[in-house]
């Protein structure tokens, strides 16, 4: 079975800073999905970006990007010029190809201090 | 554009009540899906559909029952709610394109007294 391990409970940083939330993974497949979701106080689970573990190249979305090693099984999330809104709790998530359930990792709280 | 749409948002119920949780998607998706979170941990998967007129189990089914009888809607049954069933109820969809991207409404606080 998958598991996703996000070894930092909580993290804080100032505004404008830096921040990469870490995220491991176990797996067989050779054919599968990476996700991370943020998911503020409201609740409501976003989607942050998606990487395809047949694709080297790193995925970014604005502010966004991954870091992706397939071999050490590693999918790391780094966050440019982090603002107030990037306050929230980040998840890491996995799906194999062909599969229909996400596997949440435990979840990291970020905040951000102006 | 309203996405996925779960009511109600906040339910307080008695053990061995039962309710009825009710996600609507605008989407067109073919998947549905009903995940608890619970405290320290990420989201689990209680049942899915792969289409209108499907359900299958997820990783923590028992104790629950699922209905999709219109593609749009995708109902969480609970039949005898008991205290271990307090959880956030997320209900997410997602189309059948290669991007397998689950798009998530905004849950529902359920705790069982």
């Known amino acids: 079975a998958q598991t996703v391990t996000q070894s930092q409970p909580e993290m804080s940083v100032q505004e404008a800073e830096t921040v990469t939330l870490s995220c491991t993974y176990d797996?067989?497949?050779?054919?599968?999905?990476l996700f991370w979701y943020k998911q503020p106080p409201s609740r409501q689970m976003i989607l942050v970006i998606r990487?395809?573990?047949?694709?080297?190249q790193n995925a970014t979305e604005n502010r966004f990007s991954v870091n992706f090693q397939k071999a050490a099984k590693s999918f790391s999330l780094k966050i440019s010029d982090s603002q107030l809104g990037d306050t929230a709790m980040y998840f890491c998530?996995?799906?194999?190809?062909?599969?229909?359930?996400?596997?949440f990792g435990q979840g990291t709280r970020l905040t951000i201090n102006p | 554009n309203a996405g996925v749409t779960q009511t109600p948002k906040f339910r307080v119920l008695k053990t061995g009540q039962s309710m009825t949780l009710l996600c609507a998607q605008d989407?067109?998706?073919?998947?549905m899906y009903w995940y608890r979170q619970d405290p320290g941990m990420g989201l689990r998967l209680i049942h899915y559909?792969?289409?209108?007129?499907?359900?299958a189990k997820g990783e923590v089914p028992d104790g629950y029952n699922v209905s999709r009888l219109k593609k749009q809607n995708f109902l969480l049954g609970l039949e005898s709610a008991a205290p271990s069933q307090t959880s956030v109820y997320f209900c997410?969809?997602?189309?059948?394109?290669?991007?397998?991207?689950?798009?998530f409404g905004a849950g529902t606080r359920l705790s069982v007294l």
């Open positions: 797996t067989s497949e050779n054919n599968y999905y």
């Open positions: 998530a996995f799906m194999k190809q062909g599969a229909q359930k996400l596997v």
């Open positions: 989407m067109n998706h073919e998947y």
């Open positions: 559909s792969v289409g209108e007129g499907t359900t």
């Open positions: 990487q395809e573990a047949y694709k080297q």
């Open positions: 997410a969809s997602r189309s059948g394109g290669a991007k397998n991207i689950q798009y």
